[in-house]
């Protein structure tokens, strides 16, 4: 099983639409959580930290779920440029450095 | 404030070649991290850094090598290069862990294409 996971997609959406993406990770020590986004041929960018009692910037929301060991993020109003993919990544164990990554989500907003 | 830079943005090798790829960060983090991005596999960490003089391995270390001689530049090196090493590399820092502040800055990638 992989250590995080994310359904590849593509999600087409239209434009306005509502839309969600989940993340499964399977250690349960995981501490901190994350959606960046990437662009085609760009680096990741930081979209939102997931905070346990989750968290809301504008359009998009994220939610963390320990018990079933999931993560989420909810699109609002989907744009143009949104179009884009959305990787997970959580970082395990406290004192250490290292980000695993999920393979990411790719969204389609269509006009 | 240039953020996170690397050189060269793209390179052709052939098989056995030698190369150093350089990330350099202006933002005085601490940390800062070498990851290879595949088709379908995600970023991988390949070595990373926790301060000037430190360094330690990643998930997918062999066939690479690192350098931390100055706070601000990370280095990795092939010495041998490899078909399977053709990857985007990025290289990514960021402040000390602690909560809220564990955003990673990435540079813009280097292609890297071995024949």
């Known amino acids: 099983r992989k250590e995080v996971e994310q359904d590849p997609g593509p999600f087409n959406v239209p434009e306005g639409a509502t839309v969600a993406f989940n993340c499964t990770y399977s250690?349960?020590?995981?501490?901190?959580f994350f959606w960046y986004r990437q662009d085609c041929r760009k680096e990741p960018k930081l979209l939102m930290s997931v905070y346990s009692s989750g968290n809301e910037d504008g359009r998009f929301t994220a939610q963390l779920n320990r018990a079933s060991q999931y993560i989420s993020l909810l699109i609002r109003d989907s744009k143009l440029s949104d179009s884009a993919t959305y990787l997970c990544v959580v970082r395990e164990v406290s004192g250490t450095y290292k980000y695993i990554f999920g393979t990411g989500t790719r969204l389609k907003v269509l006009a | 404030n240039a953020g996170v830079t690397q050189t060269p943005k793209f390179r052709v090798l052939k098989t056995g070649q030698s190369m150093t790829l350089l990330c350099a960060q202006d933002?005085?983090?601490?940390?800062m991290y070498w990851y290879r991005q595949d088709p379908g596999m995600g970023l991988r960490l390949i070595h990373y850094s926790v301060g000037e003089g430190t360094t330690a391995k990643g998930e997918v270390p062999d066939g690479y090598n690192v350098s931390r001689l100055k706070k601000q530049n990370f280095l990795l090196g092939l010495e041998s290069a490899a078909p399977s090493q053709t990857s985007v590399y990025f290289c990514a820092s960021s402040y000390l862990v602690k909560r809220n502040q564990e955003t990673q800055y990435f540079g813009p990638g280097t292609r890297l294409l071995v024949l």
């Open positions: 933002m005085n983090h601490e940390y």
């Open positions: 250690n349960s020590a995981s501490q901190s």
